[in-house]
Nanobody
Framework: QVHLVESGGGLVQPGGSLRLSCAAS????????MDWYRQAPGKQRELVAT???????NYANSVKGRFTISRDNARNTVYLQMNSLKPEDTAVYYC???????????????WGQGTQVTVSS
């Protein structure tokens, strides 16, 4: 009942920047933690950044200092600003949220379809 749509991926040269967006829609009662994951071929899906409803953001060591996660609660949207991109950042990036729908008693996990980020010279 929660639909997530990512956008903003693409091809960029090393050192470049991209901003990913993820908009949540549906019968949402509350959005709690919102996250960005990524998965490269032959590798496990990894948590890139997370932003709770209340509290501090957290980042994977590999992106710390280069990526920034933020959210706009009025628009049910989470962003990932990616600077100083490296070839090893190449992956499919997935939005994830934990949300409770109207009429629901407990929260559930929801995933977006993924957006490709390719960093190549």
């Amino acid at each position: 009942q929660v639909h997530l749509v990512e956008s903003g991926g693409g091809l960029v040269q090393p050192g470049g920047s991209l901003r990913l967006s993820c908009a949540a829609s549906g019968s949402i009662f509350s959005l709690n933690t919102m996250d960005w994951y990524r998965q490269a071929p032959g590798k496990q899906r990894e948590l890139v950044a997370t932003i709770p409803g209340v509290g501090s953001t957290n980042y994977a060591n590999s992106v710390k200092g280069r990526f920034t996660i933020s959210r706009d609660n009025a628009r049910n949207t989470v962003y990932l600003q990616m600077n100083s991109l490296k070839p090893e950042d190449t992956a499919v990036y997935y939005c994830h949220v934990r949300a409770t729908v109207f009429g629901g008693r407990i929260p559930s996990d929801y995933w977006g379809q993924g957006t490709q980020v390719t960093v190549s010279s």
